[in-house]
């Protein structure tokens, strides 16, 4: 076992972990951050995606140990400080962006990333960006029309559920 | 997965000192080699990640070449502006959080006959530089998965030469979006180059009588009536051999009138 330090959310944190622990393990199992899921465990549905360093990435094909040293976001830091929903998470909520709920903490993370780089993007860019997030309820339809309505864009006529 | 042990060397020379060791495994963006180690198709007793090699990583254009340090992202590849046909391969390999993990030398060395960068790298007569020795394309990609590489030999970069054209345009199998066949083509000092991935089974390839079509006359036309041989092409449940080599001669075309 070897020793692993990073930041998660802006808290320091660290923990025990063998060579191939994947950091998807590391956060729900050693941390109890369960909000992260893992639906696949091959790098294909996008369930677990978090942020390391800035950038969006599958925590399934990530080691534990090569976030030594980084900073990572997941979806429990996505709410507000009072514990409230955060204005991506609320516009999956009033859009209806979630069914079951399993593919949203990847979702969310994905649609943060995307309007971190592209503040206002068009539709066609919402679908190609979450090109690596599977969704087996929704359609997608209403994922991407929250996404467009947590980037302040107008939902349109055309989007109405 | 099997357990191993992992380590980041701070530089090449302990790198390539740790890769000596015959259990030991280089590990880049890990897109590759995480699930393979998942699906115990592989059993290292060590990893040994590139990750803190600086001299491994970014990208610089002079002199009409672009060098792309190995350990360079696909994001930050599809980013660049010296290469355009360069950058939108990058950006159409796999989805945002692959791209941000996932690296060119660690998808050359792999050499998956789906994959986009063999096809890049051959198309545009690229060198892969290794800290042992400079690898032309040509000599490079030795069939299924394999290439030129020594166990505890490292790309730290690959130079490509910037065509005057070139496109690449993939034919996306719709669940991996790796390529069901991809085409690169490029015309440049070296002449035209047309590279194909997704379609044989000994891997990435270039297609001589394309190539020789196009270099009379660079245009799609110029492909017009000429046919691949189904020989060592791939067949499986997304297509078979007849149907590959169809998309080869289509796709040749709009990479030459996407290259324009
Ligand atoms: C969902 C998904 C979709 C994908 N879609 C595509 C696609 O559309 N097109 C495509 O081309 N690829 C695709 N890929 C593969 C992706 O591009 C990988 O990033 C790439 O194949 C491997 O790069 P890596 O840096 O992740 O290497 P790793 O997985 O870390 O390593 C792969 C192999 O290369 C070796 N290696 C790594 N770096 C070096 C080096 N510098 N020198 C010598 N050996 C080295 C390793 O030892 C290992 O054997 C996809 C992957 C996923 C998970
Ligand atoms: S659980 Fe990581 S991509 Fe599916
Ligand atoms: S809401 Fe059920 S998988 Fe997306």
């Given at each position: 076992m070897t020793k692993v330090s990073m930041t998660v959310n802006g808290q320091p944190v660290s923990g025990e972990v063998e060579g191939r622990t994947l950091l998807s393990t590391f956060l729900r199992d050693t941390l109890g951050l369960t909000g992260t899921h893992v639906g696949c465990?091959?790098?294909?549905?996008?369930?677990?995606t978090i942020h390391v360093d800035g950038a969006s990435v599958k925590?399934?094909?990530?080691?534990?140990?090569?976030?030594?040293g980084a900073q990572v976001a997941t979806i429990e830091g996505m709410s507000n400080a009072d514990g409230s929903l955060g204005r991506i998470q609320q516009a999956f909520q009033d859009h209806h962006g979630?069914?079951?709920?399993?593919c949203t903490p990847g979702m969310v993370m994905a649609a943060a990333a995307l309007l971190a780089e592209i503040p206002k993007p068009s539709e066609a860019e919402i679908r190609r960006y979450l090109s690596g997030n599977l969704c087996r309820?929704?359609?997608y339809h209403n994922i991407v029309k929250a996404i467009l309505a947590a980037s302040g864009q107008d939902v349109g006529a055309e989007y109405a559920a | 997965m099997y357990d191993f042990d992992f380590e980041r060397p701070a530089t090449l020379a302990d790198a390539v000192a740790a890769l000596k060791d015959e259990g030991a495994t280089a590990l880049a963006g890990g897109q590759t080699l995480i699930p393979t180690l998942k699906q115990r198709l592989a059993m290292p007793e060590r990893l040994v990640s590139l990750a803190a090699l600086d001299e491994l990583k970014g990208l610089s254009a002079s002199g009409g070449v672009l060098t792309v340090g190995a350990a360079t992202t696909h994001a930050q590849v599809a980013g660049q502006t010296d290469y355009p046909a360069l950058a939108a391969l990058a950006a159409g390999i796999g989805d945002p959080h692959v791209r941000n993990r996932g690296t060119i030398g660690g998808s050359l060395a792999n050499n998956d006959p789906s994959a986009c960068y063999p096809a890049a790298a051959l198309g545009s007569g690229a060198t892969i530089v290794t800290n042992a020795r400079e690898i032309p394309a040509d000599e490079f990609f030795s069939g299924l998965f394999e290439t030129a590489l020594e166990d505890d030999e490292i790309i730290t970069a690959v130079r490509f030469p910037i065509p005057d054209a070139a496109a690449y345009v993939k034919f996306e199998q719709p669940a991996s979006r790796f390529a069901l066949v991809g085409v690169f083509v490029s015309k440049g000092s070296g002449g035209v180059r047309v590279a194909v991935t997704g379609a044989s089974e000994e891997g990435v390839f270039r297609w001589a009588d394309g190539e020789a079509a196009l270099s009379a006359?660079?245009?799609?036309?110029?492909?017009?009536g000429l046919s691949v041989s189904t020989g060592d092409l791939i067949g499986d449940v997304h297509g078979g051999p007849d149907y590959r080599a169809h998309l080869i001669g289509v796709l040749a075309k709009r990479a030459v009138m996407a290259a324009g």
């Open positions: 465990d091959t790098g294909q549905c996008g369930a677990c925590s399934c094909n990530m080691l534990a140990l090569e976030a030594e979630l069914q079951c709920g399993f309820c929704t359609g | 006359d660079f245009s799609p036309e110029a492909l017009d």
